[in-house]
């Protein structure tokens, strides 16, 4: 199948590539250089001359605290380009995959969240999120939106990463504990969003909003927990920190965050057969290549 890939340098978008030769798919990978989504005209023009059969959209503005003060750029990356790309996907008369986040939500709840559960997003880039979800089901009948969190993966910046790096280079690390999540590894995204392109490419057409995150909830003290002892068992860090849990207060961020934003997996199982992941087991992997 012949995929339109945006995003293309991002952890998703590596993932995706790395993927695509045992899963058969020819991938059109862009990014920003090659594609930047939020050019209605350029996305028009290059879905016409390349005639994918099914666009996936990786590109997001995925810089939290940024984003806060940068309403305007968060907003044309994360809403006007998934517009874009689902009018293109309109005129072409094929389906987009979409990935949206947890950050849709406001963590207030206590049982993991639904797809259709009521959103009301916390900060800016939840926010520019969400209105690209709701202009991408506007737009286009052939969607899969796919909601995800905590993603990490050997590539870009990420939690994994950032954890490593100051396990070797400190004695004590203060991480938040109060904040509640599914880890999600970006290799284990692109499986499940192949699973998806290879139903559609079957014929199935079951359009909608799903969630697709790690397995096991937990906070980012016991991730950060989780990812210091692999990395000791691994021998890449010699000894681990002390790990102190702190409160969201005492370690305070521009863009506020859900207390709770695990989400339920359960209709991308019934409907795609693919389950939670096991984010512990995968870690191994992710460690395994920093
Ligand atoms: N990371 C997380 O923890 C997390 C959590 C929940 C949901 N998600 C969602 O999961 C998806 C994949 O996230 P990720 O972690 O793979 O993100 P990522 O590593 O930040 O990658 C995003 C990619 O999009 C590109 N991009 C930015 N603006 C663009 C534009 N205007 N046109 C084309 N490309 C553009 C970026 O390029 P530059 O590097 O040049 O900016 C980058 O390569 C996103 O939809 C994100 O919202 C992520």
Redesign the pocket.
Known sequence: MKVLL??????????LQDRAEQERVTFIA????E????SETAVAELVLKEQPQLII???????VDKAESEYETAL???AN?PVNLAKAAAVAGIPLL??????VFDGNGTEPYLPEQQTSPLGV?GET?WAGEKMVRQQLDKHVIV???????E?????AKTILRLGKERDELSVIADQYGCP?Y?GD?ADALLVVVKGISAGRQEWGTFHHCGDQPTSWHGFARAILAEAKTQGKIESMPKLYAIKTEDYPLPAPRPTYSVMDCNSMLSIWGVGPSNWRNSLKTIIAKL
């Open positions: 945006t995003g293309a340098n991002g952890q998703l978008g590596r993932c862009t990014d920003r250089q594609l930047d989504i939020t959209n990786a590109a997001a503005y995925t810089a044309a990356v994360n380009g979409h990935v949206s986040t947890d950050y880039y999120k909601r995800t969190a905590w993603v990490v993966s590539y870009g910046n990420n939690f999600t970006a995204l």
